[in-house]
């Protein structure tokens, strides 16, 4: 079983939607967890890291259930910007387990 | 700061040639670590190092060593390349302190013919 799973997509939206990505992970003694982007053939870049009560920055709202073991993204009012993969990252002990990514593009 | 650096950005190896890959940071990150991205398979853990001359093993260490010697630097050494090491490779930094938030370098793409 995978450590980490996302929907890969592609998720295409349109300027100024409302897009929500999930992410599920396996290991419940897992500490911290992440939001990362990547554009392509560039290097991720963290977003967010996803605190348990969840955390807002922006447009973008993370959300973290322990008790489910997901991890969720919400990106509201869309830019042309956001088109990217977006990771998610869950760190157990000092090793860290990246989801294979979520696709996203927004159509103007 | 110029943050996480890596060389080189391309490199082209056949078979059986060894070769190292340059990681450095100017940030006094404690955590330093090296990753794997193939199509497909998301970013996997090659090796780690939670301080100088501290390093362990990832999800994928094999065909792989590294070595600690100061904060700064974090050199990931392929013994004989193999085509299945094709990959693009990623180096990160981060302080676990901080919530192990990691920053990577720019990535060095390897063909192994």
């Known amino acids: 079983r995978k450590e980490v799973e996302q929907d890969p997509g592609p998720f295409n939206v349109p300027e100024g939607a409302t897009v929500a990505f999930n992410c599920t992970y396996s290991?419940?003694?897992?500490?911290?967890f992440f939001w990362y982007r990547q554009d392509c053939r560039k290097e991720p870049k963290l977003l967010m890291s996803?605190?348990?009560s969840g955390n807002e920055d922006g447009r973008f709202t993370a959300q973290l259930n322990r008790a489910s073991q997901y991890i969720s993204l919400l990106i509201r009012d869309s830019k042309l910007s956001d088109s990217a993969t977006y990771l998610c990252?869950?760190?157990?002990?000092?090793?860290?387990?990246f989801g294979t990514g979520t696709s996203l593009t927004v159509i103007p | 700061n110029a943050g996480v650096t890596q060389t080189p950005k391309f490199q082209v190896l056949k078979t059986g040639q060894s070769m190292t890959l340059q990681c450095a940071q100017d940030?006094?990150?404690?955590?330093m670590s090296w990753y794997r991205q193939d199509p497909g398979m998301g970013l996997r853990l090659i090796h780690y190092?939670?301080?100088?001359?501290?390093?362990d093993q990832g999800e994928v260490p094999n065909g792989y060593n590294v070595s600690r010697s100061t904060t700064e630097d974090f050199p990931l050494r392929l013994l004989s390349a193999a085509p299945s090491q094709t990959s693009v490779y990623f180096c990160?930094?981060?302080?676990?302190?901080?919530?192990?938030?990691?920053?990577f370098g720019p990535g060095t793409r390897l063909t192994v013919t």
């Open positions: 990252v869950v760190n157990t002990g000092n090793q860290f387990y």
């Open positions: 940030m006094n990150h404690e955590y």
């Open positions: 990160a930094s981060g302080r676990p302190d901080y919530l192990y938030e990691q920053y």
């Open positions: 290991n419940s003694a897992s500490q911290s």
């Open positions: 190092s939670v301080g100088a001359g501290i390093t």
């Open positions: 996803v605190y348990s």
